[in-house]
Nanobody, 115 residues
Framework: QVQLVESGGGLVQPGGSLRLSCAASGSIFSIYAIAWYRQAPGKQRELVAALSSIGSTAYADSVKGRFTISRDNALNTVYLQMNSLKPEDTAVYYC?????????WGQGTQVTVSS
């Protein structure tokens, strides 16, 4: 069983930055693809950024050039660096580990972008 714990959310002004962290319960990054999703009130959960087990990345068009996904294998932690934040980035952000038919989710962390 994989456990994922997100942290780093909060309130930030438009144009600001936040770094989200996702700590995994073990050394899973060589096996699982890791992704960040977000869900805004009244909207479906959407993929924000993904990092494969071999290190390739993918981003939603809405965050390209502003967000960066990375990992620290020694710390079993994945990060989402978010720059130039916009009000429309406001959502609960979830960490996901995926392999085949298996998915693990964290509890989510709230990001609010507001002046």
């Amino acid at each position: 069983q994989v456990q994922l714990v997100e942290s780093g959310g909060g309130l930030v002004q438009p144009g600001g930055s936040l770094r989200l962290s996702c700590a995994a319960s073990g050394s899973i990054f060589s096996i699982y693809a890791i992704a960040w999703y977000r869900q805004a009130p009244g909207k479906q959960r959407e993929l924000v950024a993904a990092l494969s087990s071999i290190g390739s990345t993918a981003y939603a068009d809405s965050v390209k050039g502003r967000f960066t996904i990375s990992r620290d294998n020694a710390l079993n932690t994945v990060y989402l660096q978010m720059n130039s934040l916009k009000p429309e980035d406001t959502a609960v952000y979830y960490c996901n580990a995926h392999k085949g038919r298996v998915d693990y989710w964290g509890q989510g962390t709230q990001v609010t972008v507001s002046s």
